[in-house]
Every structure is written in structure tokens, then in C-alpha cells.
């Protein structure tokens, strides 16, 4: 899950259909890279339940270091399909960081 989802998913920002199939992922096993580890958890959390759920959620997830291989195969999918880095709308762009 990228840090969008993370933080849309714990706030319950999708619709229900959405929330059901993220429902899915998270009791499987939610798996997350450390990008999405370091902006999540580097959020300026309004309050220490909103950051105990996210660290609870972090916590909870198997972490996916990233390596050459990875890095090559994003920037390959992203020269294809034109996408910008994921991003946490948070974490990114709030005038609070």
C-alpha cells in the first residue's frame, strides 16, 4: 500500500466498496515499502491517538526495503505510464510540514 492508501484507509476516506477491498488486504497481511514507513510515520500528527493508530498500522505491516531492483522497475513503470511518485497527500502537502 502506498502512503495515500495508508492514510485514506485509516481515516475510512473510500467509499465502501473501496474500504472493503482494502478491508481484504489489511486482515491478509498489509505489506508497505519504507518510503510509505518514512511518510507515514513522519507526519505532524494532530493528536497522539491519530499517531497511535498509524504507528499501530505500521507496526502491524511487513515492511519491503527497497533496492536497485525495485528503484529500476519504478522509474521503468513510471516512463510508461507517466505517473508521479506516490505521494501522501498529508504528508506532502499539508502546510503544516
Not at 39 to 47: I, K, N, P
Amino acid at each position: 500500500m502506498d502512503s495515500n492508501a495508508v492514510i485514506n484507509y485509516l481515516g475510512a476516506s473510500f467509499s465502501p466498496k473501496g474500504m472493503a477491498f482494502l478491508n481484504s488486504i489489511v486482515d491478509s497481511e498489509p505489506i508497505i515499502s519504507v518510503m510509505t514507513k518514512m511518510e507515514t510515520l513522519g507526519y505532524q500528527f494532530e493528536s497522539i491517538e491519530e499517531q497511535t493508530v498509524v504507528e499501530a498500522f505500521v507496526n502491524g505491516s511487513t515492511i519491503l526495503n527497497i533496492n536497485n531492483e525495485i528503484v529500476n522497475e519504478t522509474i521503468a513503470i513510471r516512463k510508461n505510464e507517466k505517473n508521479e511518485a506516490p505521494r501522501c497527500h498529508h504528508c506532502c502537502y499539508s502546510s503544516r510540514v
